[in-house]
């Protein structure tokens, strides 16, 4: 029997409610069956960044963050801007991972959920710090679905039918590059 493909959600914000999640709990709600995707949430209890650190043992949600990707087939990560780049909490969290080699060759992609004309310096900068890790990003799976908030429903899933397939989309364009194991 094959085992499901497994996709990990890494959200780059830490704002209850934020167009990231959004669109990553939508991304949840079209996976095919056979693909099962994961919600990161630990984003806020990572501690920063120390080089010192990145030791055995590891902090407690380092390692379960290094574990998270180590057992995904892929990432698919959607991230705001601040100030042009990255948040600071999410670079954290992959400045954590640069002393592992879970992310390497493992296929990333991002989805831009930002309004049009917003959020190119989040995803230039993520593309830079993927490419650091030795992540193998889908070029093709990298696409802005921006979130309209007037078409989310109570569980915060995207109601927008062009959205909803866009995420389908990406979903299948990334699963599709996972390497056999």
């Given at each position: 029997m094959t085992m499901p493909r497994v996709i990990l959600l890494l959200?780059?914000?830490l704002r209850t409610g934020s167009s990231n999640d959004i669109?990553?709990?939508?991304?949840q709600a079209v996976?095919?069956?056979d693909l099962h995707t994961v919600r990161y949430?630990?984003?806020a209890g990572l501690p920063h960044f120390n080089p010192d650190d990145d030791t055995d043992p590891l902090p407690t949600p380092v390692a379960g963050l290094r574990a998270?990707?180590?057992?995904a087939d892929a990432l698919l990560i959607?991230?705001?801007e601040y100030a042009g780049t990255l948040p600071g909490s999410f670079k954290n969290l992959l400045d954590w991972t640069v002393g592992g080699t879970e992310i390497c060759d493992k296929p990333a992609a991002w989805v831009n959920a930002a309004a049009p004309g917003r959020g190119q310096g989040a995803a230039d900068s993520l593309r830079g710090v993927l490419g650091y890790t030795g992540a193998d990003v889908v070029e093709e799976a990298c696409v802005r679905v921006p979130v309209d908030r007037t078409a989310v429903d109570a569980d915060g899933i995207s109601t927008d039918p062009e959205a909803r397939e866009?995420?389908?989309v990406v979903l299948a364009r990334l699963a599709a590059a996972v390497h056999p194991r």
């Open positions: 959200s780059g914000s669109a990553l709990r939508t991304a996976a095919p069956p949430t630990g984003l998270a990707i180590d057992d959607c991230t705001p866009r995420l389908r």
